[in-house]
């Protein structure tokens, strides 16, 4: 990122347009509560359906943002690994020259996006345990299986969007196994918002209005900076990780050691390390 600080202008222009997305459903969202009420239980069948089909319409349109600009971030990073100065337009041509694949590929997000939303979404206590715990495990899964469906998208000739997470996922088991977890997490990042938002609660808690309002401001600050530069690195990981998982080799713009530590075998897993060609 420090060769190409274009990049985070594709997170940055994702963000804004995803904001003035949740300002648009915001509303209808509040008309939906309005009409039928906050509470599930006394919400008609009209009303569910009509929840659902608009978080499925949210979620399919924020999804479809997404996967333009990450397409955008992994195809600029991509050229920047092999010595490349990609501009900012050439990045977006690269995702717009796929935008039929993207949109399937959203539309296939967005539906998992829903049924893990549900999943989430039970009437008692226990179900949403259940749910939440299966959601975990299920959106972690689904995470790694589809890690690597942009760069495939973008680079192979794979077919349909089902055919590209086939070919995500044979990649990534291929190189890591099946037995992996992520070695790394973007969560650290958030540690310094995360810090002044407890500043505000404890602000709001005391009754001191000034300083909650200023530490609020930082803390939406931070946050936003945060997230557009994870979502970034986000990218550039994805690019890094594709190019070592498909050629066997480590750019050399990058640390070996990130490529070493991207995914761990998971505890109590043993695997034969030299079955798998790409591995390290």
Not at 30 to 49: A, H
Request: glycine content about 12%; some cysteine.
């Amino acid at each position: 990122m420090r060769q190409d600080r274009g990049l985070l202008a594709f997170p940055v222009i994702s963000g804004i347009l995803s904001l003035i997305v949740l300002g648009v459903f915001f509303f209808p969202v509040l008309f939906v509560f309005q009409q039928e009420g906050i509470d599930p239980d006394t919400m008609t069948t009209t009303g569910w359906v009509l929840w659902i089909l608009l978080l499925f319409a949210f979620y399919l349109i924020l999804a479809f943002i997404s996967s333009v600009f990450k397409a955008g971030v992994v195809a600029n990073a991509t050229r920047i690994l092999q010595g490349e100065h990609p501009r900012f337009g050439e990045g977006i041509g690269a995702a717009t020259a796929k935008i039929g694949a993207l949109f399937s590929w959203a539309v296939v997000s967005a539906t998992v996006g829903v049924l893990l939303s549900l999943l989430r979404s039970q009437d008692s206590t226990a179900g949403r345990i259940i749910g939440y715990l299966v959601a975990a495990v299920a959106g972690a899964a689904w995470a790694l299986a589809t890690f690597f469906v942009i760069p495939v998208i973008l680079f192979e000739d794979a077919g349909g969007v089902f055919s590209s997470i086939g070919e995500s996922w044979g990649i990534f088991k291929k190189t890591w196994g099946e037995t992996t977890v992520a070695g790394f997490s973007f969560g650290l990042l958030y540690i310094p918002a995360l810090l002044v938002g407890i500043g505000c609660f404890l602000a709001l808690i005391t009754g001191n209005s000034m300083i909650f309002f200023g530490l609020f401001a930082v803390f939406i600050i931070l946050l936003v900076l945060t997230g557009v530069f994870a979502s970034a690195l986000h990218g550039i990981l994805v690019a890094i990780l594709y190019q070592y998982a498909t050629t066997g080799s480590v750019p050399p713009q990058v640390d070996e050691s990130l490529v070493k530590q991207a995914f761990v075998e998971k505890k109590g897993k043993k695997t034969d390390d030299t079955s798998r060609p790409g591995t390290i």
